[in-house]
């Protein structure tokens, strides 16, 4: 697989504090690549230096064989598109004048939108079950509506790389798993490139064809979900007891979580 974005020696971090501690590896075109770690390890960090919102101390990201930093960011916004953590917009801005935002980078200055523009838009919304929010206030959604809103803006950017953190978290079940396939269907169909943030271990297991595991700021580990997803490498990492089995469906490393109280009480 040809690579699409080259993450070579990254170190990167806010003011004094240095977060990631020389980051190497690739991303190859069409993979769906999981980041994993604990709460503060850098997973955010990572994802706001591949989409150019945080600036690198030092080292080389490569997109598509150039240097990020040179690209013009019109160039870069039709090609990266990236769902943030914190989704919480403080304007009143409606659904509809959000995700048609995703087609700035596509439109010249002071062109308006097309047709073409309008139908890219409301497919993404629909894609997201999110078409009967078009006329609501972006303030005032749940932050799980939120979510699927900004996963939509993302969509109408077309991008070929698809950089999401966390886009979950907000969602029930039903809503997880909605969004979950619809990035794998358009992995598979569109050769969507997808790197995401999961927090479930199992979500990341079940979807993701490779993980990167983070830990204060260093890569731990990095493989396919069995090789990643250990109950050693767990263990070690999060400092809590667990039961690693398979999925009896999918066959994917299935994590149980252990209280440990009741170890406690086994022993
Ligand atoms: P994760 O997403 O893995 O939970 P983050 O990348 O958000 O971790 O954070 C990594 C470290 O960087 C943490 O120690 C956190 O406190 C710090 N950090 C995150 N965002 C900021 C910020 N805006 N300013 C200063 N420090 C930050
Ligand atoms: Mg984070």
């Known amino acids: 697989m040809d690579v699409l974005l080259k993450v070579d020696k990254l170190f990167g971090g806010y003011d004094k504090e240095n977060v990631l501690d020389d980051i190497t590896f690739d991303i190859k075109k069409g993979e769906f690549l999981g980041i994993i770690g604990p709460n503060g390890s850098g997973k955010s960090t990572l994802l706001r230096l591949m989409s150019r919102v945080l600036h690198p101390r030092k080292g080389r990201m490569l ?5 990020i930093s040179t690209l013009k960011l019109r160039e870069l916004c039709k090609r990266v598109a990236f769902v943030p953590q914190d989704t919480q917009i403080n304007f009143s801005f409606s659904v509809w004048e959000i995700v048609l935002m995703g087609r700035i980078p596509h439109l010249g200055r002071l062109q308006l939108e097309t047709k073409k523009d309008f139908t890219i838009a409301e497919n993404s919304l629909s894609l997201t079950t999110s ?22 803006k993302a969509l109408t950017q077309e991008p070929i790389l698809l950089l999401l953190d966390e886009p979950t978290s907000h969602l029930d079940i039903g809503y997880q798993i909605q969004i979950l396939d619809l990035l794998r269907r358009l992995n598979h169909e569109r050769k969507l490139t997808v790197v995401i943030v999961l927090h479930d271990l ?30 050693q490498n767990i263990e070690t990492i999060y400092k809590t007891t667990v039961v690693v089995n398979k999925n009896p469906i999918s066959s994917k490393p299935y994590i ?12």
Do not use: H, M, W
Request: hydrophobic letters at 35%.
């Open 202 to 231: 199992n979500l990341a297991s079940e979807y993701c064809n490779r993980l990167i595991l983070l830990n204060e700021g260093r890569i731990f580990k990095e493989g396919t979900p069995e090789e990643v997803l250990t109950y």
């Open 131 to 152: 078409l009967e929010l078009k006329n609501r206030k972006i303030d005032q959604l749940s932050a799980g509506e939120r979510q699927r809103v900004i996963i939509a």
């Open 256 to 267: 149980t979580l252990v209280s440990g109280e009741r170890l406690c009480q086994q022993n």
């Open 63 to 67: 997109f598509e064989g150039k240097e």
